[in-house]
Structures are given as structure tokens and as C-alpha cells.
């Protein structure tokens, strides 16, 4: 049986068809294949910070039993606890005022040298 040219045309039209369809659904599955990366990047990137507060947690914990442990320590030593409290309160107050002023001083070293470059 021969196929005349109307039957060729529609045979050729219906695997346009398909083709376009295939490829419709070819893009439609590589969408959900990058949505589905996108997703498991960002909740690793979760994972990773919940990590990370969790051990910033037990750090700051271990700290401040640490800091409660060498003022009773002080306290002892000094004879009433309040002296001991007092001294690591000292402490901290002088570190916190280093690092205070140091953030401050690098902050006006950094906009000097933007200013000098901004001038030349």
C-alpha cells in the first residue's frame, strides 16, 4: 500500500506533535530536577546553622558556668562571694571597653584611608 501525501503530511504533523510534547516534558521534569537542587542546597545550609547555634549555645553555656565557677573560686579566696562576682564583672567590663574601642578606632582608620582614596 502506497502513502500519499496527505497521509505523509499528517504522519509528519503528528510527530511534531509528540516531539513538542516530549520536549514539554523534557523542560517540565529539568525544572523540578533544579527546584528539587535548589531545595536540598538550602536546607543543608539550614542543617549547617542549626549546627552552629546549637554549639554557639553549649559554648556560651560552658562559658558562663566557666565565669560563675572562677568568681565563687575568687570569692572564696577573697572571703565573700559578692568580691568574686565583682572582679570577673571588672574583667569583662575592661575586655568588652578594649574591644569597643579598638572596633572604633579601626572604623576611623577604614573611613580615613576611604577618604584618602576618595580625594586622589
Request: hydrophobic share 50%.
Amino acid at each position: 500500500m502506497q502513502t500519499t501525501p496527505s497521509q505523509h503530511l499528517q504522519r509528519l504533523r503528528q510527530q511534531m506533535q509528540e516531539l513538542v510534547e516530549d520536549l514539554r516534558t523534557w523542560v517540565e521534569l529539568r525544572l523540578m530536577l533544579t527546584q528539587l537542587e535548589i531545595e536540598e542546597r538550602i536546607e543543608a545550609r539550614i542543617r549547617q546553622l542549626l549546627v552552629r547555634v546549637v554549639i554557639g549555645v553549649l559554648v556560651g553555656l560552658a562559658v558562663v558556668f566557666g565565669l560563675v565557677a572562677v568568681a565563687l573560686g575568687l570569692g572564696s579566696w577573697l572571703g565573700h562571694s559578692g568580691w568574686g562576682f565583682l572582679v570577673v564583672a571588672l574583667v569583662l567590663a575592661g575586655i568588652a571597653a578594649v574591644l569597643y574601642l579598638g572596633r572604633r578606632r579601626s572604623n576611623v582608620t577604614e573611613a580615613s584611608k576611604a577618604a584618602d582614596q576618595a580625594s586622589a
